[in-house]
């Protein structure tokens, strides 16, 4: 190209390039975020504004106030710990993994999940002191490897009207993570998944039951109480495959049915 016409061309070229730049403009950093996101700022109550921040004119402030249903998505971020102290409503809530949200300790607690589209995501850690429950219209969702820490009498249930879980749709994943630590006896109750693949705690003295429930290649943790297992044969909560058996503490009433698992004891008999 001769030096005369490789001068038009780059005339030209940043003359159209300019022209770009002035019609679409320059684009700007992009955000997952939209506009009054909550998310967990510290440790904390959730009632306290201290443990919040917003989005707000495309950053994240201190917040001034507290979440509730009217709030864009509530993010409960790793390491922290949010406290519910009073009820409270929400529309879309997200625990991420390493993230925590305890009910209590007061007892008869509720977190509204008010409509059908709302939800409750649970990557992290959910605890539930006593009979502190779910309730609403939406959707609670334990994810894979999430964990949820049950207080009922009534474990977690697929009706409305008792135990931990009281909203309408529940999506609980047999490769999460479930903890009976009540201070009153317990049934493990009808929402408890068949074939579990991740862990099943026990960790109550006034002890826990469990009724017809396998776990294939999970593990089952003895910490403290008997877990009692009614029935016989297959109508029995049953080891199977490659699941383990770990025993710290408490003990075992019934047999586990027929099936090969693997038995890590520790402590007296």
């Known amino acids: 190209m001769n030096p005369i016409a ?3 061309f780059r005339k030209n070229y940043m003359t159209l390039l300019l022209s770009l730049v002035l019609t679409l403009g ?4 992009v955000s997952g975020q939209s506009e009054g996101d ?5 440790t904390g109550n959730w009632n306290v504004a201290a443990s919040w921040q917003i989005f707000t004119n495309g ?6 106030g507290t979440p509730d249903h009217t709030a864009g998505l509530i993010t409960i971020l790793s390491n922290d710990t949010i406290t519910v102290t009073a009820n409270v409503t929400v529309d879309r809530l997200v625990i991420d993994l390493g993230g925590t949200v305890r009910i209590g300790p007061s007892d008869n607690l509720s977190m509204d999940v008010v ?22 219209a939406g959707t609670f969702t334990l994810a894979p490897g999430g964990t949820i820490e049950i207080g009922s009498a009534n474990g977690i249930t697929t009706t409305t009207t008792n135990g931990n879980l009281r909203n309408t749709t529940k999506s609980l994943s047999p490769a999460a993570h479930y ?15 068949n074939n579990l693949t991740g862990s099943l705690t026990i ?9 017809i429930r396998t776990i294939t290649n999970g593990d089952l943790n003895l910490v403290k109480g008997v877990f009692s ?4 044969g297959l109508t029995r909560f049953r080891l199977i495959n490659s699941a383990s058996l770990y025993r710290s503490g408490g003990s075992l009433s019934g047999g586990l049915g027929s099936g090969v698992y693997h038995v890590f004891y520790q402590g007296e008999s």
Do not use: K
Request: net charge negative; proline share 4%.
């Open 26 to 29: 320059v684009a700007g950093p």
């Open 59 to 64: 950053n994240w402030t201190d917040a001034t």
């Open 179 to 193: 903890i009976y630590n009540g201070t009153v006896a317990q049934e493990v109750g009808s929402a408890y998944p």
């Open 203 to 211: 960790d109550n003295s006034s002890g826990v039951s469990c009724g």
């Open 6 to 8: 490789s001068l038009f």
């Open 38 to 42: 909550y998310r967990s700022r510290q």
């Open 229 to 232: 297992i009614p029935g016989s």
């Open 115 to 136: 409509n059908t589209s709302s939800y409750v995501t649970v990557n992290g850690r959910i605890i539930f002191t006593g009979e502190n429950y779910i309730s609403g």
